[in-house]
């Protein structure tokens, strides 16, 4: 496949004649993140992660996302963290989006340029610097795993998403498709993080509504995206949120593809209350 490019915000401030109407939107149903908000004053810092800022685009909380947290970080040259994560149950994604970072796991580094993908399982010992002299930046996205007794964590997975194959959704010419990184049938992943994309005129051709709680990162591209009741533009570098069972539909009217990065929880039971 060719080579892709993907949309990071840098930063910065609007200057102070510019109107404040944008296309942010909060609703119970779904939230619109536009890559206009990404701005230095509503950036991030984690700890025991030096040379590193970040934009929180989803996190757990009452009426948004229930299951993962999502981020997108920014490393400047040298910065990183050799203790990244201090939730030993959290699993994470990494996907970079521009630049290089090293990860270390298990005691073995990949280098990881633009496009690459690591799965991390919980409990991993890992670390990850941008020993580049380039500024690096790169998706992280975080679940609890939801251990199931019988089965064992997944495997790591370290890849680029130039080396996998896109799987085309049937009966759409190739219009629609889907690039996989864990395998659909691997029933110990409770999370799947892909690649979709649509060729322009490409469509979403019904309302989506089913279990699963999605955040949709723009990588590329620019479409019309059906949210509850709404037809919404949305653009590179823009963020959606849905909750379970939100309709969905898409399209895609061009000039160029559209594509996005996409989270969603699959592979468990629905979590019951307690009986009354």
């Given amino acids: 496949m060719d080579h892709p490019t993907y949309y990071s915000p840098t930063g910065g401030l609007p200057a102070q004649d510019q109107i404040m109407t944008d296309r942010?939107?909060?609703?119970?149903?779904?939230?619109v993140i536009p890559k206009g908000t990404?701005?230095?004053?509503?950036?991030?810092?984690?700890?025991?992660?030096d040379g590193t800022r970040l934009w929180v685009l989803s996190r757990p909380l009452s009426g948004f996302a229930e299951t993962f947290s999502q981020y997108i970080m920014e490393v400047q040259p040298q910065g990183g963290s050799?203790?990244?994560?201090?939730?030993?149950?959290?699993?994470?994604?990494?996907?970079?989006?521009?630049?290089?970072?090293?990860?270390?796991?298990?005691?073995?580094?990949h280098k990881l340029e633009t496009g690459g993908y690591a799965y991390i399982p919980p409990g991993s010992d890992?670390?990850?610097?941008?020993?580049?002299?380039?500024?690096?930046?790169?998706?992280?996205?975080?679940?609890?795993?939801?251990?199931?007794?019988?089965?064992?964590?997944?495997?790591?997975?370290?890849?680029?998403?130039?080396?996998?194959?896109?799987?085309?959704?049937?009966d759409t010419q190739g219009r629609w498709a889907t690039t996989r990184f864990a395998d659909p049938?691997?029933?110990?992943?409770?999370?799947?993080?892909?690649?979709?994309?649509?060729?322009?005129?490409?469509?979403?051709?019904f309302a989506e509504t089913h279990v699963m709680e999605h955040g949709l990162y723009v990588l590329e591209g620019k479409a019309v995206y059906r949210l509850n009741r709404d037809?919404?533009?949305v653009e590179a570098g823009d963020y959606m949120w849905l909750r379970a069972f939100c309709p969905q539909a898409?399209?895609?009217?061009?000039p160029g593809r559209f594509r996005y990065l996409l989270y969603k929880d699959v592979n468990r039971h629905m979590p019951l209350g307690a009986p009354r």
Wanted: charged share 20%; proline share 9%.
């Fill in 82 to 109: 050799d203790r990244p994560d201090t939730d030993p149950n959290a699993q994470s994604v990494i996907f970079v989006v521009e630049g290089t970072v090293t990860l270390t796991l298990g005691g073995r580094e």
């Fill in 185 to 205: 049938e691997d029933l110990r992943h409770d999370m799947h993080v892909n690649i979709v994309t649509f060729q322009p005129g490409g469509v979403i051709p």
């Fill in 24 to 31: 942010a939107m909060f609703t119970d149903a779904y939230a």
């Fill in 231 to 233: 037809w919404v533009e």
């Fill in 250 to 254: 898409c399209y895609a009217g061009g």
């Fill in 126 to 170: 890992w670390s990850l610097r941008n020993q580049s002299d380039a500024v690096s930046r790169f998706h992280w996205i975080r679940k609890a795993y939801q251990s199931v007794s019988g089965l064992p964590v997944p495997d790591p997975i370290i890849t680029n998403e130039r080396d996998i194959a896109p799987t085309p959704m049937p």
């Fill in 38 to 49: 990404m701005r230095d004053i509503v950036t991030s810092y984690l700890p025991f992660w």
